[in-house]
C-alpha cells in the first residue's frame, strides 16, 4: 500500500508501545523476588488449559454464556493475529501472503474460511457484550467507559477487516480486477470467494459504489484497521484490558501445586528484620513481582466479588477495587520503587556503608501507609480466606496470600488488629488452645471412652488429631466422640496426643501473627516427629491443612487424612457397616479448606450417600463454589459487626433448600452453621450435624 | 510524673490445681502474669502516652521473672526492678509491702499503681499496706484514672453503693480493677525489640534491706496448708408428672438438702 506510511505508523506504534512495556517491566522488576520459572511442563500445561483454553470462563455453569462470549472473542483473536502479519506485508508488498499460508495451499484456504468465520463470530460477540453492558447489567460488570471504548475498538477492527475484504472482492468479481489485486484462486480449491461467506455479505453492502469509489473503501479501510490496531496495541497497558497482553505469562507464572503461593515461613530470629520492618507486607515495595503482575492482569470482572462471603454480606472488601487501588498506587509511586530498588541493589553487607545508603532509601517510603490509608483495616481483616475469588478468577490472581502478608505486617510490626484477637492470641501463647482452657484439661473429652495415649501406645498406627475445638468446644466433642466410636468399630489402631496437642496455629498464621503460629508449630513438630508419627487422621480441615501443607515448611512431613475421607474407605472396605437409613432430606456444605484447598469433594458425598436411602441434594452453591461460613483466616476469633452475618446467608441458603439434615465437616463449619440456623429459628427443623456424627448414628 | 507499677507472677488458674498433703504439686503447672496486675501497667503506660510520664516496673518474688517483665516492656514499660531473693518464697503481704516500700523509697515517684489483688491468694493487701506505710492516699478498685495537675488525679473506684469519684492529692497508691482497660497484646515487634532491654534484678540486701528489715521473720501470717477445692457434682434430672416431681424435689430440698 504504502511502505512510508506504514513505516512511519510501525515506528510510533510500536515505539511508544515498546516505552510503556519497558516502564511496566522495569516496576515489576523492581519489587520483590519471586521463584517462578521451574516446572516450565507444568506451567504450560496451565497456560494451554485455563488461558488458552478459557477453562474459568466456559467452565462454569453459572456464567458460561458469557464464558463462552469471551472465549470466542479471545480465540477469534487469536486467529486474526497471523491475518494481521498479512496486512502488515500488505503495506510493503503487493498481495503479501505468509508461506504456507498462500493460495497454493489448502491451508491457505482453511485458513481464510476459519478468519472469516471467525471475524463474523466475533462481530457477533461483540454486539452482545454491548447488548449485556447496556441492557441485561450483570451487577458484577464494572461498567466504564473504557469497556465500551474497547468493545467498540474491536468491532470497527472487525468491520473494517471484512469490508476491507468485501471491497476488494468487489473490485475483482464487479470491476474486473483494476488494481491487480491479490485473491485466491487456485483450480483445486475453487475461489476465494466460496470460502469466506461473511466477507461476501459484507462485500454486498457496499456494492453501490463505483470502482473508484470501491478502492478508496478499500483504503479507507485497510488504514483505519492498521491505526485502530495499533491504537488498541497502545491502549492495552493503560487500563484493565492490559489483561490481554498479561494474562497468559500470569497463568503461565501461577502458583503450582498448592492452590496459592504458600505463606512464606518468616525468619523471625534475624533482629534486622524487626528493625526494618521487613516482616511481611507493610509497604508497597515488599510486594514480590508476580503480585504485580496479578495487579497488571486484573480485568475488573468482578468475579471475585461476585463469590466473596464478605462482599455479598456488605464488608467493605471488594476484591477488584482492592486490585485496583493497589495497581493505582502502584503506578502512581513507580519512580521512588524503582530509584529505592536500586539503592537497595548497591548495598554491600557493610554496616557503615550501608547506613547511608538505608538513609537514601528510607526518603522513597510512599507518602501513604499501604494499610490504614491506600487500604482501610476493615477492608483487609474482612478476608475469611476461603479462597472463593481465586477459584473463579479467569486469569488465576491470587488475592489470599497478599492479604495474610498485609496483615502480617499489621500483626507482627504495627500491632494493629483486632483486639478481639487478643483473647485468642493469649489463650494460644499459655494454653496452646484459643479459647485459653487449661492445657491440661485438652484430653478430659476422652474420659472413660478407653483412648490410648500416644505416650502410651506410641506405636499406634494411626494418630487421631482432635484439635483444639475436638477437644475444648462442647458441641465438637461429641463430634471427637462419634469419631472414636467409629474407629473402634473399624478396629482402627489410633492414639492421641492428649495434652502434649497444641492448637495448629493456623488462625494466627491466617491472621498474621507468624510468631504465634511458629511457636505453636515447633513444638507440635517436635512432639510429632518424638513419636515418629506418618499418618494423622484429623477431622478439622483448618488442622489438616496446617499439619498438610504449613508444616514440612518446618520439618514435619506426614500423612494428613481428612476423617470423611478415612471414613470413606472404611466403608469401603467393609471395616465399618452402615445402615442406608437416614431419614429426611440430606445436604452438604463444604468446607473451604477441605474442598477449595485441599480438593476433597467426593469422599464426604460418598460416605453421605451411604446414609441416605434418597441421596444428597446439592447446595445451589457446592464443590468449588461452595460458600464460606465465615469463620475462616482467623474470623472465627473476631467480631462480625459490618453488614449481615456470613453463617446467616449460608443457612437462610440451607434453608431455602428445604434440608432436614445439613452435614459439615469441619468443626468451625459447625458452630457457625448451628448458630445460623439458631438466628433464623430453624435449628429445631434443621439439624446440622458432622459427617462422624451422621456415621456414628447410622452404624449397623 | 514517675509511675512505679508492680507485678506479681502467678500460678496459671485456669489448670487444675493438684494438692498433696497441704502442699500445690509443681506438676503441669504454669505461671503468668496477675491479670490485675496487667490492667495495672496498661494504665501505666497509657498515662505514659497520654501524660509523658516515666513507667518502672518492680517485680517481687523468688526465682526468674524475667518472661513476664519482658512482656511488661513490650507493652511499653521503661524501667524495671526485679527483686529477687529466696527469703520471699513464701513471704506475707506486709512482708511485700514492706519491700514495695522500700523500692518506692530509693525512687522519686508520684504514683503507684498495683493490681487490686493477685490471682493466688486474693488477698489484696500489699498495695494498700504500702499506703499505710508510706503514708499517703490510698484508692482501692479503681476504673478510671483521670490526671487533674502535676500533683493531682481524679479517679472512680467501684464502691458498694455505685462509682465513687475522688480527688486524689499525689503522691499516692491506686489498685486497679479489671475495668479500667483492656491491657495491649503488645506487637511482636515490641516483644523482640524487649528482648534487648536490661532488667535491673537484685536481692534484698541489693535492694539495702534484708529480710529481716522487712518484717519477714517475724511474718503477720503464715500458710499452714493448702486444700483443694471440692469438685461441683452433677445435678439430678427428674422426669415425669409435673405434680409429682415437684413434691419431690420439694421433698429433696427440705429433707436431704435442708435448705426449705
Excluded at chain 1, 485497510?222 to 491502549?235: G, P, S, V, Y
Excluded at chain 1, 519512580?335 to 556503608?353: C, F, P, Q
Excluded at chain 2, 490445681?17 to 495495672?40: M, R, S, T
Amino acid at each position: 500500500m504504502s511502505p512510508l506510511f506504514m513505516t512511519l505508523l510501525l515506528v510510533v506504534g510500536l515505539g511508544i508501545f515498546a516505552r510503556t512495556m519497558y516502564q511496566r517491566i522495569h516496576l515489576l522488576m523492581a519489587l520483590e523476588p519471586a521463584d517462578r520459572f521451574n516446572r516450565i511442563k507444568d506451567r504450560l500445561k496451565n497456560m494451554v488449559i485455563i488461558a488458552l483454553g478459557q477453562k474459568r470462563l466456559v467452565g462454569r455453569k453459572k456464567e458460561r454464556a458469557s464464558g463462552i462470549m469471551h472465549a470466542l472473542i479471545f480465540w477469534g483473536f487469536c486467529v486474526l493475529l497471523i491475518r494481521s502479519i498479512t496486512l502488515y506485508g500488505e503495506g510493503y508488498v503487493h498481495g503479501f501472503q505468509l508461506p504456507l499460508l498462500g493460495e497454493s495451499s489448502i491451508l491457505g484456504y482453511l485458513y481464510i474460511a476459519l478468519k472469516d468465520i471467525m471475524e463474523g463470530v466475533v462481530l457477533i460477540m461483540v454486539i452482545w457484550a454491548f447488548y449485556r453492558r447496556l441492557v441485561v447489567k450483570p451487577p458484577r460488570l464494572h461498567n466504564t467507559w473504557e469497556a465500551y471504548l474497547v468493545l467498540g475498538m474491536i468491532g470497527v477492527l472487525m468491520i473494517s477487516d471484512l469490508l476491507y475484504d468485501g471491497a476488494r472482492f468487489n473490485l475483482v468479481a464487479a470491476y474486473g480486477n483494476p488494481g491487480d489485486l491479490h485473491y485466491f484462486n487456485n483450480p483445486a480449491f475453487g475461489q476465494e470467494f466460496i470460502w469466506t461467506p461473511v466477507t461476501v455479505l459484507a462485500g454486498n453492502v457496499i456494492s453501490g459504489f463505483s470502482a473508484t469509489g470501491m478502492e478508496r473503501v478499500m483504503g479507507l479501510m485497510f488504514w483505519i484497521h492498521i491505526i485502530t490496531q495499533l491504537t488498541f496495541l497502545n491502549f492495552l497497558p493503560l487500563g484493565k484490558h492490559f489483561h490481554v497482553i498479561t494474562s497468559l505469562p500470569n497463568v503461565f507464572l501461577k502458583s503450582l501445586d498448592y492452590p496459592h503461593d504458600k505463606i512464606k515461613l518468616l525468619d523471625l530470629e534475624d533482629e534486622s528484620v524487626w528493625e526494618e520492618e521487613t516482616l511481611g507486607v507493610n509497604h508497597l515495595y515488599q510486594l514480590n513481582w508476580k503480585q504485580g503482575l496479578d495487579l497488571y492482569t486484573c480485568t475488573e470482572c468482578g468475579r471475585c466479588k461476585e463469590v466473596c462471603p464478605t462482599y455479598v454480606t456488605d464488608k467493605p472488601l471488594n476484591l477488584h477495587d482492592f486490585n485496583d487501588t493497589l495497581k493505582a498506587e502502584l503506578y502512581a509511586n513507580a519512580d521512588n520503587l524503582i530509584l529505592r530498588a536500586k539503592l537497595a541493589k548497591t548495598l554491600t553487607g557493610d554496616a557503615e556503608a550501608d547506613a547511608k545508603i538505608k538513609e537514601k532509601i528510607a526518603v522513597f517510603k510512599p507518602e501513604k501507609a499501604l494499610v490504614g490509608e491506600v487500604i482501610a483495616l476493615d477492608t483487609l481483616w474482612a478476608c475469611t480466606t476461603c479462597r472463593a475469588c481465586e477459584q473463579v478468577c479467569p486469569v488465576t490472581i491470587e488475592h489470599v496470600p497478599r492479604i495474610i502478608a498485609m496483615r502480617q505486617g499489621q500483626t507482627l510490626m504495627q500491632g494493629e488488629y483486632p483486639q478481639e484477637l487478643n483473647t485468642a492470641f493469649k489463650g494460644l501463647e499459655r494454653n496452646g488452645n484459643p479459647w485459653g482452657i487449661g492445657y491440661d484439661k485438652r484430653a478430659d473429652w476422652a474420659e472413660g471412652l478407653d483412648v490410648q495415649l500416644m505416650a502410651d501406645h506410641p506405636e499406634a498406627e494411626y494418630l487421631l488429631w482432635v484439635g483444639c475445638a475436638g477437644s475444648f468446644d462442647d458441641r465438637t466433642q461429641k463430634v471427637t466422640k462419634a469419631l472414636v466410636k467409629i474407629l473402634k468399630a473399624a478396629n482402627v489402631d489410633f492414639a492421641i496426643l492428649g495434652t502434649e496437642e497444641k492448637c495448629t496455629g493456623d488462625f494466627a498464621r491466617r491472621a498474621g501473627n507468624e510468631m504465634m503460629y511458629q511457636m505453636m508449630a515447633t513444638e507440635n513438630i517436635e512432639v510429632l516427629n518424638g513419636y515418629n508419627v506418618k499418618k494423622i487422621i484429623a477431622a478439622c480441615p483448618h488442622c489438616l491443612n496446617t499439619l498438610r501443607h504449613d508444616y514440612p515448611q518446618m520439618g514435619g512431613h506426614y500423612e494428613v487424612i481428612h476423617h470423611s475421607d478415612f471414613i470413606n474407605r472404611l466403608i469401603a472396605d467393609g471395616r465399618i457397616r452402615v445402615k442406608k437409613s437416614l431419614a429426611g432430606t440430606l445436604t452438604y456444605h463444604d468446607p473451604c479448606y477441605l474442598g477449595r484447598y485441599n480438593e476433597i469433594y467426593d469422599a464426604p458425598r460418598s460416605v453421605l450417600n451411604t446414609l441416605s436411602s434418597q441421596g444428597l441434594n446439592e447446595l445451589p452453591r457446592h464443590g468449588t463454589e461452595s460458600f464460606c461460613c465465615g469463620a475462616g483466616g482467623g474470623r472465627m476469633w473476631m467480631e462480625e459487626t459490618i453488614g449481615t452475618r456470613i453463617n446467616v446467608e449460608r443457612s437462610r441458603e440451607m434453608v431455602g433448600e428445604k434440608a432436614d439434615t445439613v452435614a459439615v465437616g469441619c468443626p468451625f463449619c459447625l458452630t457457625m452453621i448451628e448458630d445460623g440456623m439458631k438466628e433464623l429459628n430453624k435449628d429445631e427443623e434443621i439439624r446440622t450435624r458432622d459427617i462422624a456424627e451422621l456415621v456414628a448414628e447410622q452404624l449397623a | 510524673m514517675k509511675i512505679l507499677t508492680t507485678v506479681k507472677k502467678v500460678v496459671d488458674v485456669e489448670l487444675n490445681i493438684h494438692v498433696e498433703n497441704g502442699a500445690i504439686l509443681d506438676k503441669g503447672l504454669q505461671y503468668v502474669i496477675n491479670a490485675w496486675d496487667e490492667n495495672a501497667v496498661e494504665a501505666a503506660v497509657q498515662l505514659k502516652e497520654s501524660h509523658k510520664a516515666d513507667t518502672t516496673l518492680v517485680s517481687l518474688g523468688s526465682g526468674d521473672n524475667t518472661d513476664i517483665i519482658r512482656k511488661c516492656y513490650a507493652m511499653g514499660i521503661d524501667d524495671a526492678i526485679q527483686i529477687d531473693d529466696p527469703a520471699l518464697a513464701n513471704a506475707d503481704s506486709p512482708t511485700f509491702a514492706r519491700v514495695l516500700q522500700k523500692v518506692y523509697e530509693a525512687g522519686d515517684y508520684d504514683l503507684v499503681i498495683t493490681g487490686k489483688q493477685a490471682q493466688d491468694t486474693d488477698a489484696g493487701q500489699a498495695g494498700i499496706m504500702l499506703a499505710e506505710f508510706l503514708n499517703i492516699p490510698c484508692v482501692s478498685n479503681v476504673i478510671k484514672i483521670e490526671v487533674t495537675d502535676d500533683s493531682h488525679i481524679q479517679v472512680s473506684r467501684l464502691g458498694d453503693a455505685g462509682t465513687e469519684i475522688l480527688d486524689v492529692t499525689l503522691p499516692a497508691v491506686i489498685t486497679v480493677s479489671d475495668g479500667i482497660n483492656e491491657p495491649r497484646l503488645p506487637a511482636m515487634r515490641g516483644i523482640m525489640m524487649a528482648k534487648k532491654k536490661k532488667i535491673n534484678v537484685m536481692d534484698l540486701a541489693g535492694l539495702g534491706t534484708s529480710f529481716e528489715d522487712v518484717g519477714g521473720t517475724a511474718p503477720a501470717s503464715e500458710i499452714v496448708e493448702f486444700m483443694p477445692t471440692e469438685k461441683r457434682k452433677g445435678g439430678q434430672k427428674f422426669e415425669g408428672d409435673p405434680a409429682e416431681v415437684t413434691a419431690k424435689v420439694v421433698d429433696l430440698l427440705v429433707n436431704e438438702a435442708k435448705v426449705l
